[in-house]
């Protein structure tokens, strides 16, 4: 996941800073961001932003998909210098020896390792789904629902090269799926 070619991330500032305030907080204990998004709300566009950033940050970013899980979590413990950022997208499409993977890590965390995990829920196996929601929100874990981008989100997406008219009617046409502005 890169950012360098990417346009400018819009209308996902509080995902953001959920994930900062995570980050931040590292030094009491492992964190978890689950971040459920249905397709085209930017998932994986706002995890390349956290990779990014995390990177700037400091931290060991590791992105990875399911099938590569779990080489990803049995290299974490020759990660210790800094804080490692562990960002998993499409944890839907997670198999077998992923969601196990996913299970232990999510069972036993690591101190110093935020793990970020993408995934769309209403196609998410429910072993995955169950493990997710065994890490209960509070000191160490946030579930974050993305939705759609509001009115000013659409428009600001859309740029200004549209009519007036245009611009009225496109938030409505697209219900504020980033993909569908996109097309």
């Not at 070619?5 to 305030?21: H, K, N, Q, Y």
């Not at 907080?25 to 994986?44: C, K, M, R, S």
């Not at 960002?87 to 036993?108: K, M, N, Y």
């Amino acid at each position: 996941m890169t950012t360098g070619s990417l346009r400018p991330l819009i209308g996902r500032g509080e995902e953001l800073a959920a994930v900062r305030r995570r980050f931040a907080a590292l030094g009491d204990g492992p964190a978890l961001v689950g971040i459920a998004g249905d397709p085209g709300l930017g998932t994986t566009r706002l995890l390349a932003e956290i990779a990014a950033w995390a990177a700037r940050s400091g931290a060991h970013v590791c992105t990875t998909n399911p099938e590569a899980l779990p080489q990803a979590i049995s290299a974490l413990p020759a990660l210790t210098a800094a804080p490692v950022v562990v960002i998993v997208d499409e944890v839907h499409r997670c198999g077998e020896s992923a969601r196990v993977a996913l299970t232990g890590l999510l069972q036993t965390p690591r101190n110093g390792v935020l793990l970020v995990l993408g995934y769309r829920p209403r196609q998410c196996p429910p072993a995955v789904l169950a493990a997710l929601t065994a890490a209960h929100p509070g000191r160490h874990a946030e579930h974050l629902d993305l939705a759609p981008l509001d009115r000013a989100g659409t428009e600001e997406f859309a740029g200004a090269g549209l009519c007036a008219r245009h611009r009225a009617t496109l938030h409505q046409d697209s219900g504020g799926n980033p993909r569908l502005l996109t097309l």
